[in-house]
């Protein structure tokens, strides 16, 4: 019975989230249905594993094509998936070349299959999988497949690097855009693909190493199973729970940059004019204290074009719109923190006045600003001032 879940664990993981994303109200969010389509491939993987794992080797002889396909689409649909989140408003089928490998190799290994005897069929499986050596002739076409098999295992090597590293690129490039468009980037970010990019990478190897040593130590030994079952559902549990919670992607970043402010009068600057009107605003207007301030706001107000004030800001104070932004609200938390008519105000009413969209936000910011929380930060500095007062 233990067994029996260990092994079915990730396909019942993956089957629950494809039914759950692939049934969610699409709106603007092109992405998370694909994500339900990377679950079902995912879950087609996890059932030719299964089905291998129960040792109902004749089964395999059918499903070993899907397993071979399958593996190979995984990475290049997280990838496509990456893509819908950050770059592509639109499905965009040109994306369909990537999944010609997992095709090819699918395809491939049914035919070459269908071309062997049926004693040769069940003399390889046992052969590839289970490490029994088959001491009678090997035809061409058994040899074919065993060729067919090994490559197959170095694409999926390579595709591992590639799309890990093309997913990673775009992953940091989006979250650099929005974090030079918004001032709260509160459930806007997806860092979370990376940390699940490169927690791919160790199953991935692990996987690899498990191929070469063979997956017959996990026969006998259900403790030894239980390790890559719990890593791999736990990942795809995460990559599944993220991407529901996930509801901002390009769509909506692309519509907020394309939302009209009244710059009809557009007026050029010099970069020491534009920056001393821009500090006015901040210091004077304090206009950091709207929470869902973003960077169209500043160019309407200044009269110019976005870009120049976000390459003013990345250029003069070497950081993003966000960071210099929050700049100001810590400044202002950290003042209304140590106003000692405010001490019995809750953290929330300092968040809100200081412009934070949410508590977490600020005390995520706070800390790693001031390398102390706001309420520890509050505590030290009336401790202080009793101090200085005696």
Known sequence: MWRDLIIYTPMYVTFFWAITLLLTRRQNNRAKHFLGLFMFTAFLLYLSHAVFFKQNLDVYLF???IYIMTSLMVYPLYYWYIKLLTVETEINYQNLWMLVPGLFFGLLTAELYFFMQPEEQLAFV?????????????SQVFKLQRLVYIVS???????VVLFVFMGSRLVMHYNSRIANFYSNLESKTIRWVNLLLYSFVASSIMSIVFSVIGKTIFFDNTILLLIPSLIFSALLFLIGMQGYIQ???VVDLVIDERQKHDVSDIKKFNTSILKDNLLEIFNEDAIYKQTDLKITQISSLLKTNRTYISNLINTEFSCTFNEFVNQYRIKEAKRLLIEKSLKFYS???????SGFGSLSTFIRVFKDSEGITPGRYRDKKLIESEKKEK
Request: net charge negative.
């Open 63 to 65: 499903i070993e094509p």
């Open 126 to 138: 046992k052969q590839h999988l289970l490490n029994e050596e088959f001491s009678g002739l090997k």
């Open 153 to 159: 295992r170095l694409v999926f090597a390579l595709q």
């Open 247 to 249: 509801d901002h992607t």
């Open 347 to 353: 953290l929330d009413y300092v968040c809100e006045k």
